[in-house]
């Protein structure tokens, strides 16, 4: 097999295992929101193998808004490099054909 076949199988099976992580995640929140449901706000539970804590919880945020109003906001910035990885599946137009040997 060529390089480009055995990339495609690997992706292809990526392509069913997120479908699958898809349907997986879908259930788990389902029954998330039945447990929810089932608790009043800042409640909890606890069963003979699991505790669960289902409460408000509060954070502070920086208004970024404000900061860029008031002209601080780019004396705060900081840049980060990282590396960018994407899979996309090409329809019927393929644009770009790369054989390695």
Do not use: H, P
């Not at 060529?2 to 990339?7: A, E, G, M, T």
């Not at 099976?13 to 029954?31: A, D, S, T």
């Not at 706000?41 to 804590?53: F, H, P, Q, R, S």
């Not at 601080?72 to 960018?84: G, R």
């Amino acid at each position: 097999m060529s390089f480009l076949r055995d990339i495609d199988i690997k992706l292809s099976y990526r392509e069913q295992l997120l479908e699958e992580i898809k349907m997986l995640k879908e259930e788990v929140e389902e029954i998330d929101n039945e447990i929810k449901e089932s608790l009043c706000d800042d409640e909890g539970l606890i069963t003979a193998n699991y505790e669960v804590i289902y409460r408000t919880q509060s954070k502070y945020i920086i208004d970024v808004d404000r900061l860029k109003e008031e002209c601080l906001y780019d004396s705060f910035l900081k840049k980060s490099v990282s590396k960018y990885y994407k899979v996309k599946k090409l329809g019927d137009k393929k644009k770009w054909i790369i054989n390695y040997m």
